[in-house]
């Protein structure tokens, strides 16, 4: 069977988010860190954490559809699994100094593309096993390592460097455990085990599309709602 190309998968990864960038207004700025705005990044924060809490829960349920079928895969998902839980503390503590109580973040109905991946992700552990889960989560580790060092220093210099405390410190931990490396090892177990190299392109093209979808989806919510406001409003 071959194998996933990790030069290709990330070659790929880049283009894809290219279009993104394309299609969503001031993604690109954000992650050159040439803009930022401050509802727009409050809620990005709390998303995140909404986002890894329904993420861990379909993590564990890969994990649980990997079974006895393959050990080495089950341990490495384990692993991932178990160095990520608790982190959105993290987070939650920057959204805390910018004023969001944990009742007003647990009160926070998820967006609409992020209820969307979740669920896609569920039903394709039902039809396909772990292999779509463990892409994804290689996604966020990609993409944290490429984007946001840049996204949260620019939070820093616009809202001040107690406002990114603990996103900083997550991005020292992932840095610190290798986590992109850690899970594509994963991947390129879950892909010969359980799909095929070309099947993992699709799900990334997918995953990618959606995430493109849920920052259209916090423009519109945050700076474009603002934006359709009356003057004087």
Do not use: C
């Not at 993604?27 to 509802?39: A, F, K, P, S, V």
Request: aromatic content about 12%.
């Amino acid at each position: 069977m071959s194998k996933l190309d990790r030069d290709s998968f990330e070659a790929l990864a880049a283009q894809l988010m290219e279009k993104q960038f394309q299609r969503v207004p001031k993604l690109r700025e954000l992650h050159q860190g040439e803009w930022i705005d401050r509802d727009y990044y409050i809620r990005h924060i709390a998303e995140t954490v909404l986002r890894i809490r329904l993420n861990n829960e379909v993590d564990a349920y890969a994990l649980y559809r990997v079974g006895s079928q393959d050990d080495v895969l089950a341990a490495k998902l384990a692993r991932y699994l178990a160095e990520e839980y608790g982190h959105e503390h993290m987070f939650t503590r920057d959204l805390e100094r910018f004023g969001m109580s944990i009742e007003q973040l647990d009160a926070t109905p998820v967006f609409t593309s992020t209820a969307m991946l979740m669920g896609y992700l569920r039903l394709e552990a039902d039809r396909s096993g772990p292999a779509p889960t463990t892409i994804w989560d290689w996604f966020v580790e990609w993409y944290s390592d490429r984007y946001n060092p840049v996204i949260t220093e620019k939070a820093a210099a616009e809202f001040g460097a107690d406002f990114v405390y603990g996103t900083r410190a997550h991005i020292a931990f992932d840095e610190s455990h290798d986590h992109d490396d850690l899970m594509f090892r994963t991947v390129s177990r879950a892909v010969e085990k359980f799909s095929t190299p070309e099947q993992a392109e699709a799900y990334l093209t997918t995953f990618i599309d959606l995430i493109g979808d849920y920052f259209a989806e916090l423009y519109a919510s945050t700076v474009g709602a603002r934006e359709a406001q009356p003057v004087g409003v």
